[in-house]
């Protein structure tokens, strides 16, 4: 069985759920918000763009980051967790709309969150939205520091799919991702002058170590031969990073009629290595990458803080 | 290809990687440690029991709880957070020799933690270490609040088995946890009159709503009555209770010499729906039942504080 992306009509968000409108209440339990207990349309309607990314910190950072570069009110002050009641996720104000979340790490993680996400966005009548994910990962035969756009997401054996299971019996999914979104990002990271950026496969897996070929976890079973065929493979087949969530993400949000990108700075080469071993300073200005590539999209797409939305 | 369950001899933590003697310094990168840039033996060689949890808050609480339990020095201040350079996973000390850990939700956080914990443990050369696993779950034909000693960890195909993908290929791991130390826990709950306690199979799965066959989603493609077809079906193979990290946890632990255990709370009970409509004192307390358990079987195994271990 195979499901397609499908955009929906009129800009909505597309739940796919007969059984949600018929429900008194919804509680969003993750993201500690309900549609009793808050008045979400009024809370979220203006959302246009979400950005979401692994690390609660990096969330906060991104946030404070958008409001600093735009100029925004606000600026430099503490900012509120909107999800405060929960420790599963955090959600910041990035600008007017623009809620910046975290989701963990993995696919089941990041798909917790979606769907809660998925339905914020239905239950506050939210229109055309766009969402993008922001990470790190391991990149592969490109330089540290590299930010990879992703054309589209594959799995472990290098295949455009998720498998998602259903009551115990499995769903093919399609991980196909925005293609213009794409190119408007590239195009915007040619403003950015000072870090490579690619279009490119990504690679999602379910485990960082023994899942990514790592010779360095708890339980090892192959030899760095074996571990650097396997990673060529997967370059051969045009994947140029790794990471843990994007074909979830993108099967998920092509369904709901969501714009998706994912958008991921390498910490290291894996052709070279497998241990992080930057400092703490390179690392942080590494995935400020994505932040300021995402930041110049932001500016370019809706000339916040003057743009026509606002 | 099978892998089984093997405990080592020594007491010391089984690591099953020839790679990991021959590099130079180990970043234990998602804990923020290192074996360069800390002394693991002296910080960490004195541990005899690792809690682990989802939820950083949670493991907060429970250092707390048991501090306070076991009346030890400390207790009622502010713990720090020995990960704290990293906000991938929280770590805390619960009492001598026993830190308590966060792991996110699902398989792949759980495991990224599980490969630097088992890590760590091996540098620090600890020796008999128990592990035990406590969370929230979703029971199944069990009243909200009961508390659920794994005996076996399945998957949704009701299966005692994990598959981990290694340079792309499935390999089949066992998922068997302690049978005395399942037993051990049971006598220690019967200390504890005000909740139910029992032993059951848990079954894991990669997703909270479609996996585990919610019908609030922000995508569901099946009825109410297959719904609970396919849970009458967990339920009749022995299931009660569903999580999202046992398999995983089972099989690293039983694979590197950890005696395990997984102990999770129902915050609801499946068969009755799918939404968590406690009040956050009520769940606020189930979440405590774990914990009271748990620091239940410390003071029997070690007398703390007054035992022989410190």
Chains 1, 2 share one sequence.
């Not at 950005?51 to 950072?61: E, K, L, Q, T, Y």
């Not at 330089?143 to 990879?148: F, I, Q």
């Not at 115990?168 to 999914?173: A, H, I, K, N, T």
Request: net charge negative; charged share 20%.
């Amino acid at each position: 069985m195979t499901e397609t992306t499908g955009y929906s009509g009129g800009g909505f968000v597309h739940i796919k759920n007969p059984h949600l409108d018929s429900m008194e209440e919804d509680i969003l339990y993750h993201l500690d918000l309900g549609t009793k207990t808050h008045n979400l349309p009024a809370m979220f309607g203006d959302i246009k763009f979400v950005c979401v990314g692994g690390s609660p910190n990096r969330m906060r950072a991104f946030a404070q980051f958008v409001q600093r570069e735009l100029g925004l009110a606000g600026a430099g002050e503490e900012l509120p967790d909107i999800c405060a009641g929960s420790d599963r996720c955090a959600m910041y104000r990035a600008g007017p709309g623009s809620p910046s979340a975290s989701h963990g790490m993995g696919i089941p993680s990041i798909s917790i969150m979606l769907h809660e996400l998925i339905k914020l966005l239905h239950h506050a009548k939210c229109r055309d939205v766009t969402i993008i994910r922001i990470g790190t990962s391991g990149g592969l035969g490109i330089e540290a520091g590299s930010v990879v756009i992703t054309d589209t997401a594959v799995d472990s054996s290098f295949q455009p799919r998720f498998e998602q299971v259903v009551l115990g019996d499995v769903v093919l999914r399609s991980t196909e991702l925005d293609k213009d979104l794409a190119e408007e990002l590239l195009a915007c990271s040619r403003e950015i002058a000072d870090f490579p950026t690619l279009i490119g496969h990504t690679m999602c897996t379910y485990d960082f170590y023994e899942g990514q070929g790592r010779l360095d976890s708890a339980l090892c079973s192959f030899s760095s031969e074996k571990k650097l065929e396997y990673l060529r493979r997967a370059y051969d087949a045009g994947v140029r990073n790794i990471e843990m969530e994007s074909t979830a993400f993108a099967a998920l949000c092509g369904l709901c009629g969501l714009k998706a990108a994912v958008v991921c700075v390498a910490l290291l080469d894996r052709l070279e290595g497998d241990q992080i071993r930057a400092s703490h300073e390179v690392l942080w200005e590494y995935q400020q990458r994505p932040q300021r590539l995402i930041a110049a999209f932001i500016h370019q797409r809706w000339g916040w803080p003057k743009g026509p939305t606002h």
